[in-house]
């Protein structure tokens, strides 16, 4: 079975200091990876998502991540982090059988100061 | 395009009580999930519809909760009893379809157990 595994439950940085939000997956075939997003109060939202194409994947807001198979890693970056960046976000490995099932990490909440 | 929407958006109740929670997703989108979402934890999907019919429900206490979507549009999820560790954040999504990767969240529904 799929799974991805969180590094950091919480990240600090400054406002205009790089992003470096941490997930591993595990998974016995190719898989699909996902960020999402969840800012208080409100729905989940996808950031960005890998499907076998591209390894360097671009997504909404600044966000980028990599996929880097040898490291069975997903990392989530920004260079330069914003007061609203400030969330819960989620990795996520979907899981296939018959249909499409996500199987979300743990969180990291990144938190963003002055 | 109107979102995923939920309601009520917070529940008090007792434990041994019943709970019912309504979903109404984005028009047009065929596949709708429910997830429960504990707090410091990432969501779990606890069960998946194809139109009006159940796909996963494999991860759904059936002893106590039961959900369905008559007529292949809005959802019902209850819970009878609840239960102290029922407390949790109750999520639905919906997805065009199973082959379409990106599922839109609503706010959830926030219940607490007491």
């Known amino acids: 079975a799929q799974s991805v595994t969180q590094l950091d439950s919480h990240v600090s940085v400054s406002e205009g200091t790089p992003v470096l939000l941490r997930c591993n997956y595990s998974s016995s075939y190719s898989p699909s990876l996902f960020w999402y997003v969840q800012h208080p109060n409100k729905g989940l939202q996808l950031l960005l998502k890998?499907?076998?194409?591209?390894?360097l994947v671009k997504g909404i807001n600044g966000f980028e991540a990599e996929f880097k198979k040898s490291e069975t890693s997903f990392h989530l970056t920004k260079p330069s982090a914003h007061m609203s960046d400030a969330a819960e976000y989620f990795c996520?490995?979907?899981?296939?059988?018959?249909?499409?099932?996500?199987?979300f990490g743990t969180g990291t909440r990144l938190l963003v100061s002055p | 395009e109107a979102g995923v929407a939920q309601s009520p958006r917070y529940k008090i109740i007792e434990k041994r009580q019943s709970v019912a929670f309504w979903c109404n997703p984005i028009?047009?989108?065929?596949?709708l999930y429910w997830y429960q979402q504990i707090l410091g934890q990432g969501p779990k999907l606890l069960i998946q519809?194809?139109?009006?019919?159940?796909?996963?429900d494999s991860q759904l206490p059936k002893d106590r909760f039961s959900a369905e979507r008559l007529k292949g549009v809005d959802s019902t999820l209850k819970i009878q009893p609840a239960k102290l560790e029922d407390s949790a954040v109750y999520l639905c999504?919906?997805?065009?379809?199973?082959?379409?990767?990106?599922?839109?969240f609503g706010p959830g529904t926030r219940l607490t157990v007491t």
């Open positions: 890998y499907t076998s194409a591209a390894t």
């Open positions: 996520v490995v979907s899981q296939i059988t018959g249909f499409q099932k996500l199987v």
């Open positions: 519809f194809q139109n009006n019919g159940v796909v996963d």
């Open positions: 028009s047009g989108h065929a596949t």
């Open positions: 999504a919906s997805s065009l379809g199973e082959s379409s990767y990106e599922q839109y």
